[in-house]
């Protein structure tokens, strides 16, 4: 299984330092989600994330960094995703809240983030929206493990039940940015990661 951690939507103080720390550990993609940051904000996070692991960076919203660095790919949601095709032998992948936009897009993506399969961690008022059994039939019908990530809520205390759902990764946000922000604890963030690592 893939294990992808999210970006924190705005800059706290060591976030670069915790990202880096977060690929010694195990940490296979990052996406470089900074919906606020101007490019050269974005460019600038990049540069202050190791260069040895910009091949492992998908990037949201910010398209022309592909032309900066030697990133891995690009990541699409609804408002942008006509803009797909022009993008031809990177990694793409894509946010989807609904069955039907899985199988819609399916031949077209790496892999979809399918969301939220759990309450939110870092969002309050954003709920599960799929029954967990219902996901593993569908995934388990299109043959699509490898393609589905779990998004929304994914922790170390509910791992096991997005492993028994079969899907093909998890996307991490609450569980890692909780700790550094409200705590200033990185070293708990990277535990959550390795304790997540050891379960999967």
């Known amino acids: 299984m893939k ?3 999210i970006s924190n939507p705005e800059n706290f ?3 670069s330092e915790l990202v880096n720390k977060l690929f010694k550990n195990g940490l296979e993609y990052f996406h470089v989600r900074k919906p606020s940051f101007s490019n050269e904000e ?3 996070y990049i540069n202050s994330i190791s260069k040895e692991y910009h091949s492992k960076l998908i990037v949201h919203y910010h398209f022309s960094m592909l032309d900066k660095f030697k990133i891995k ?3 699409f949601n609804e408002s942008n995703i006509k ?3 022009k993008y031809k032998n990177i990694h793409k992948s894509y946010s989807a809240h609904s069955f039907n936009e899985v199988l819609h897009l399916n031949k077209k993506m790496d892999y979809m983030f399918l969301s939220p399969v759990f309450d939110s961690i870092s969002k309050e008022d954003y709920k599960a929206n799929f029954d967990i059994n219902e996901i593993k039939t569908f995934i388990e019908s299109y043959r699509l493990g490898e393609k589905l990530v779990a998004l929304g809520g994914v922790n170390e205390n509910n ?3 997005v492993i028994d759902t ?3 990764g998890v996307a991490l946000m609450g569980c890692i940015w909780k700790p550094a922000i409200n705590e200033s604890n990185i070293e708990k963030s990277i535990a959550v990661l390795q304790q997540i690592n ?3």
Do not use: D, P, Y
């Open 3 to 5: 294990i992808i951690v």
């Open 13 to 15: 103080s060591g976030e």
């Open 42 to 44: 974005c460019e600038n």
């Open 73 to 75: 790919g690009l990541h």
């Open 83 to 85: 803009f797909a095709e």
């Open 159 to 161: 791992i096991q039940k």
């Open 166 to 168: 079969c899907f093909g």
């Open 198 to 200: 050891e379960i999967m």
